[in-house]
C-alpha cells in the first residue's frame, strides 16, 4: 500500500515580508503620481493662470456681424418686384481651416463645389481679413445641408449659416427697372465702408438695386457668442440686432408695365409712360429683358457670355441708354418753337408741292407725299406730317435757335431719373459739332434736322419726357421711380416721401400750345391724320399723338424706301409719342419698336392698347389676350 502525499508547510514570515514590500511600493506608486499631479495643477493654476484664462477667455468669447434684412422694392399698388427669402450658404472662416486647399477639395465632393465658386472664394477672400468668414456656395439645397451636417465634425472653420436671399417675382419684365443684387467682389469691398458689410454676403450691381443701395442695405448688427475649440457657436451672451433696410415704394404700375412688354412681342424696342406733371414713370420697359434672378446666385461664364453675345442685347436698356433719331415725333415742338420765336403765326400758311430747296441749291428735300400736301397750316402739317412744312420751318429759325427751344424739354441732356447710366442724347447745335466734330454747322443739316434727322439722338425716355412736359402744358416734372422710401406704407414719420422739383417751360402762350396738340389730336382723331387707324372704334376718350420712323441706313437722293424689299434689321425704327385724355392728361407715353417700319402701323397701336389698359378703357379685351 502507497503512503499519502504530505502538504509543504507554509513560511508564514516570507509571506508577511513579501507583502509588506508590495504595500510599500504601490504606496510610493500612488505618492509619486499624486506629487506630479500636484505639480501640474501647480503649473496651470498658478504659474500659468494668467496665460491660460486670457486665451480660454479668447476661445469661449468671440463677436459676430450679424446682416440686416435688405428693404423690399414695391410697385405703385403695393406689388412686390424684390423680395428676401431664407436660405442656407456654406462658409469659411480662413484662419480656422488648417489645409485649405485639401479642404475646399474636400468640400467639392460632398457639395458639388464649382471651379467658378472657388475662383469666387478666393477672391473675396484676399479683401477680406483672415478672421472674417467668406461665402463659398450659395442656395444649400436641404440634401446639401443634410449632407454637410453628417461630415460637419471633419471640418473645422467651415459652416452652413441661414441667409436671405434676393428674389425678383416678375422677372425680366422688371429687370431694367429694378435691376439685380450680385455677390459682393473685391471691387465693390473697396468702395463700401467694410464693416458695414462684415457680414453682406450680396450688393446691388444695377438699377435701382444699385441706385438706392445705401438706403436698401441696412446697418449691421453686432452678436456676442460663446464657441467651443472649433469655433462653433455654443449660445448667445449679448446681442445688438441688425437694422433692416428701408423699403422703396415705386411710381411703376407693374400691371401696366407687364402688358407694355407683352405689346412689344418679338421685337426689340423700348416704351416709357410718366404721368404728366408729377414725372412719375408708370411703366419703362426694354425688349428683350432678362433674368436677374440669374445673377444673385452667380452666373456661370458660359451663361454669362451668352448674355453679352446675343444679336439682341437684353442687357443694354434701351429706355435708358438707347440712342435713336426722333424723327417726325420732334414736330410737335418745332411748331412750339416756331410760333414761340415768331417764325409763323397760327395762321401762317404754305404750299406744300412735295419738296423743299434752299436758294441756290439743287437739292431737293422731298416730303413722303409725292405731289405735296397742298396749302397747310401748322395744325394741318402736324395731322399730315408734312415735312416740307418744317424743313421750311427749320431753315428759317436756324440751328441754334431750335437747340434753344427744345433744350427745355429735355432733348440732348439726362431727365435726371433717379437710374444710373442715363444717356444724354444729341441736340445739336452750331458749337456742339465744332466742339465734338471740328467743322462748320451747313444749311443743308438744319434743313434734316426740323424732321428729327440727322445728328438729333434722343433715348425713349427723353422722347416720353418731353411728350409729358407738352401734355401737362408746359410743367415739367422731374422723371422719377421711387415714390416713398420707408419701412410701411402708412408708418408716419418713418415714411419719406421723395421730392422731385417740377419746373415750367419760359413763356410758353398756352394759345400757342394748343394748337400744337389740336395737331397732335388731329393726328390720331382727324379724317387724314397718320394715326387715325387707332381711333377707327371712335374711343370714350381723346389721344394726343405723333408718329415718327428713324432711318437705319442713309438712302440717296432719287432713291426710295420699300419696306418689303429692306431686310428686316435695316428697317426704319418705328415711333409714336402719345398722351391722354388729351383735355386732362394722365398718361404720356413714347414707344420705339426697332426696325418696326412705320410708326403710325407698329408703334401707335401699341401706345392705344396701352392707354387703353391705363384707362381702363378695354380692360376685358385686353385680359383676355
Known sequence: MKAPARKPVRDAVREAAIFRARA????????????????????????????????????????????????????????????????YRLELIPEQVPELDATLAELGELLEISDADIQRFHK???????????????????????????????????????????????????????????????DDLRSVDSGRYAATSHIGKIGLEQAYENMLHGEVGREKVETNVQGRILRSLDKAPAQPGHNLYLTIDSTLQQLAMASLGDYTGAIVA????????????????????????????????????????????????????????????????????????????MMSRGYFQLPGQPRRYRDWK?????????????????????????????????????????????????????????????AWKRAT????????ETVIAGIGQGFNVTTPLQLAHASAVLAARGESGQPHLVRHVGFEPAAGDADQPVARPVTRISAARADHIEAVIDGMIAVVHGKRGSARAIAADKPPFVMAGKSGTAQVFGL??????????????????????????????????????????????????????????????????????
Open 24 to 87: 510599500q511600493t504601490g504606496f510610493l506608486l500612488v505618492c509619486l503620481v499624486f506629487a506630479v499631479l500636484s505639480g501640474r495643477y501647480f503649473y496651470l493654476q498658478v504659474i500659468s493662470h494668467d496665460e491660460f484664462i486670457t486665451r480660454a477667455e479668447d476661445n469661449r468669447v468671440k463677436y459676430r456681424a450679424l446682416a440686416p434684412n435688405r428693404g423690399l422694392i414695391m410697385d405703385r399698388n403695393g406689388v412686390i418686384l424684390a423680395d428676401n427669402r431664407p436660405a
Open 124 to 186: 473675396l477672400r484676399k479683401a477680406r481679413r483672415s478672421f472674417q468668414a467668406v461665402p463659398l456656395k450659395l442656395r444649400l439645397d436641404e440634401a446639401q445641408v443634410a449632407r454637410f451636417a453628417v461630415d460637419r465634425h471633419h471640418f473645422p472653420g467651415v459652416d452652413i449659416v441661414p441667409y436671405q436671399t434676393r428674389v425678383y417675382p416678375l422677372g425680366e419684365n422688371l429687370a431694367h427697372v429694378v435691376g439685380y443684387v450680385g455677390q459682393l467682389d473685391a
Open 274 to 349: 410718366i404721368e404728366p406733371g408729377s414725372g412719375e414713370v408708370l411703366a419703362m420697359v426694354s425688349q428683350p429683358g432678362y433674368d436677374p434672378n440669374a445673377f444673385v446666385a452667380g452666373l456661370s461664364v458660359a451663361d454669362y457670355q451668352a448674355l453679352i453675345q446675343s444679336s439682341r442685347r437684353p442687357l443694354f436698356n434701351r429706355a435708358l441708354r438707347g440712342g435713336y433719331e426722333p424723327g417726325s415725333t420732334i414736330k410737335p415742338y418745332m411748331a412750339l418753337a416756331g410760333l414761340e420765336n415768331g417764325i409763323i403765326e397760327l395762321d401762317t400758311t
Open 370 to 430: 409725292r405731289g405735296g400736301h397742298g396749302e397747310v397750316d401748322v395744325v394741318k402739317a402736324l395731322e399730315e406730317s408734312v415735312n416740307v412744312f418744317f424743313f421750311d420751318l427749320a431753315s428759317k429759325m436756324g440751328i441754334d435757335a431750335i437747340h434753344a427751344y427744345l433744350d427745355q424739354f429735355g432733348f440732348g441732356r439726362p431727365t435726371g431719373i433717379d437710374l444710373n447710366g442715363e444717356a444724354k442724347g444729341i441736340l445739336p447745335s452750331r
Open 437 to 444: 466734330m471740328g467743322e462748320p454747322w451747313y444749311p443743308g
Open 556 to 625: 440717296a437722293q432719287d432713291e426710295e424706301y420699300v419696306e418689303d424689299e429692306v431686310p428686316r434689321h435695316l428697317r426704319d425704327h418705328a415711333l409714336f409719342v402719345a398722351f391722354a385724355p388729351a383735355d386732362q392728361p394722365s398718361i404720356a407715353l413714347a414707344v420705339v419698336v426697332e426696325h418696326g417700319g412705320g410708326g403710325s402701323t407698329v408703334a401707335a397701336p401699341i401706345a392705344r392698347q396701352l392707354i387703353d389698359a391705363h384707362l381702363g378703357h378695354g380692360t376685358e379685351e385686353i385680359a383676355a389676350q
